[in-house]
Nanobody, 122 residues
Framework: QAQLVESGGSSVQPGGSLKLTCTVSGIKVDYYAWAWFHQAPGKEREAVAYFSASDARTQYADSVKGRFTIFRDYDKPAVYLQMNNLKPEDTGIYFC???????????????WGQGTQVTVSS
């Protein structure tokens, strides 16, 4: 049984940075596609970053290109989301998700974490 546990969410000021961690157990990072989803208050959940562990290919939503980076740790079973130059509209819950096989990047995703809260406010 896969278990995905997000951590690293916090409150930051606009322009700040956060690194979210998705700690993985029960499945191997290498065989899956990974994604981070963002659910803003009152809105539907949307994917912001995709990563295929088979070839390290990534894909980003236009709203986060150049600011967010999704990557894996080759020493630990974890997937990360580095978020820089955060904006108030980045506020919301961030979910880690996985699906097999590692393509297509856009899913469907069927393994989910419980989410971690990010608040960007001055």
């Amino acid at each position: 049984q896969a278990q995905l546990v997000e951590s690293g969410g916090s409150s930051v000021q606009p322009g700040g940075s956060l690194k979210l961690t998705c700690t993985v157990s029960g499945i191997k990072v290498d065989y899956y596609a990974w994604a981070w989803f963002h659910q803003a208050p009152g809105k539907e959940r949307e994917a912001v970053a995709y990563f295929s562990a088979s070839d390290a290919r990534t894909q980003y939503a236009d709203s986060v290109k150049g600011r967010f980076t999704i990557f894996r740790d080759y020493d630990k079973p974890a997937v990360y989301l580095q978020m820089n130059n955060l904006k108030p509209e980045d506020t919301g819950i961030y979910f880690c998700a996985a699906h097999w096989p590692p393509y297509p990047l856009d899913g469907p995703y069927d393994q989910w974490g419980q989410g971690t809260q990010v608040t960007v406010s001055s």
